[in-house]
């Protein structure tokens, strides 16, 4: 699956293929499947803006996954996009909040089965 998104002014694709789990690890040395899991981290984000947020709600919650989760589907959507860092030091802006729900279709799309 492939998506384009416009980042700080610029189109940018990302793609999710059956290799994107191997480049997630070869790159950060996590497995990707197991990263996703810790993703129920997710719902205590929604709490943020309510009365019942506590800080100890984003314990464990580790938001390099989503810059990672990124920079793979970038890399593996364009070959030619430079490491990490320089990869997102090229934006003056990355708001990964809003374009993680892009990028979650993309995870859902590597997670799915076709099988009825």
């Known amino acids: 699956m492939e998506k384009t998104i416009e980042i700080d002014g610029k189109e940018i694709s990302f793609k999710s293929t059956g290799g994107s789990a191997i480049r997630y690890k070869a790159q950060f040395g996590k ?31 580790d938001t390099t996954f989503f810059y990672n989760v990124a920079w793979v589907f970038a890399k ?15 934006f003056d802006e990355f708001p990964i909040m809003d374009i993680m729900p892009d990028l979650m279709e993309l995870v859902t799309a590597a997670l799915k089965t076709k099988k009825k």
């Open 76 to 90: 593996t959507a364009n070959k030619e996009i430079p490491d990490q860092l320089a990869w997102l030091d090229s």
């Open 31 to 61: 497995d990707f499947f197991a990263e996703v899991v810790k993703l129920n981290s997710l719902e205590k984000l929604t709490k943020i803006d309510t009365e019942d947020f506590k800080p100890e709600d984003l314990e464990g919650l």
